[in-house]
């Protein structure tokens, strides 16, 4: 019996009649980045990383999602909460607020300073601080009948647009103004009467302490699918075939009068297979994936935007990489 390694392609042998072993030179020619979608706006970006193991891939995915550093709500101080929303709830909420700052310009907290040993006086250097204060009230104008809250009240709803920044010592020379990614994210809904009195302290931090520092909304990838014609396929059957896959993948051209199926886009494809279900389709297609040529969608949650993300997420890769190889050369002398 012949036993195949098959956690990772850079072990010679993981599949029959094919060398993975590792040659730079090999590496070279082949690995590429290719961007095919940046939205600053939607904060969206899909690039194609071509000619690496799927550990490097995956790597790069997990440090996106738990090792680059933001800044968020860690500390809630709360001078009065009359809302229905409890004390903890609401500090909990806040928490998971994405904050548009850099968290490059900022540094992190000691682990002694976190925690019971949080510092008294906050620190530009490590901080941002926001306050909060909204109270409801009558709207004495609002029309007669009417039963919508957002006009019988005012500041019924509290959203992040009632965030005021304060800086702390020379932040105000240094940063732009400091404030949350949207400013339409609900925390609580008023009543009158009611009100909310609060003083936040942000602090930097990454995923793998807390999810709300993760700077992503989603960080994945898929392999390029790939599709081949084994046989043709022409006239009724190459109709049938092109509804098989997702719009785009499969044309029906006529040639010389005859309809052929051909593939136009395998990378719209999903793999869902469905060719398989038609006994005389399954035997005219062979589906497969290029194991080396990974599709990252990267969506940010707008703290950094998302190609500057994988950037950091590659630097830190890279430091991680030169103390693993300074802890070798220590315990080689």
């Known amino acids: 019996m012949h036993w195949l390694q098959a956690r990772s392609t850079d072990f010679p042998g993981n599949y029959p009649g094919c060398d993975d072993s590792w040659d730079y030179k090999r590496f070279e020619k082949r690995f590429s980045i290719s961007v095919a979608q940046l939205n600053f706006e939607e904060m969206v970006m899909v690039f194609d990383m071509v000619g690496v193991d799927a550990a490097i891939a995956n790597s790069i995915r997990r440090v996106l999602i738990a090792e680059v550093p933001t800044m968020a709500i860690e500390k809630v101080y709360i001078h ?4 229905i929303v409890q004390d903890e709830v609401l500090a909990h909420r806040l928490g998971l607020i994405p904050i548009n700052a850099d968290p490059r310009k900022f540094k992190t907290l000691s682990p ?3 925690g019971e040993n949080w510092p008294d006086t906050p620190s530009a250097d490590h901080m941002i601080e ?3 204060k909204v109270k409801c009230s009558h709207n004495t104008h609002a029309l007669k009948g009417s039963h919508d809250p957002e006009q019988l009240y005012l500041n019924s709803q509290v959203t992040t647009s009632a965030f005021k920044w304060i800086p702390i010592g020379n932040q105000a020379q ?9 400013d339409d994210i609900v925390i609580a809904k008023l009543r009158p009467g009611q009100e909310l009195n609060l003083r936040m302290l942000c602090m930097k931090g990454i995923g793998k302490d807390h999810a709300k520092f993760s700077p992503v909304a989603t960080a994945s990838y898929r392999l390029l699918p790939e599709i081949t014609l084994i046989k043709p396929v022409i006239g009724e059957k190459a109709d049938r075939l092109a509804k098989c896959f997702s719009e785009g993948v499969i044309q029906v051209v006529e040639k010389n009068g005859v309809l052929n199926a051909e593939v136009v886009d395998a990378r719209k494809d999903t793999c869902s297979r469905e060719v398989f279900r038609h ?18 969608s990267i969506e940010s949650t707008g703290a950094l935007p998302p190609d500057v993300l994988v950037v950091e997420a590659i630097k830190i890769m890279m430091g991680k990489c030169t103390h693993f190889m300074e802890e070798l050369n220590n315990l080689a002398t």
């Open 112 to 114: 002694m300073q976190t």
């Open 279 to 296: 006994e005389d389709l399954k035997d005219c297609v062979k589906l497969a994936r290029i194991r080396d040529h990974f599709i990252f």
């Open 174 to 182: 240094k940063i732009s103004e400091l404030r949350p990614v949207h």
């Open 80 to 83: 009065s909460n009359t809302s």
């Open 130 to 132: 926001f306050t909060l």
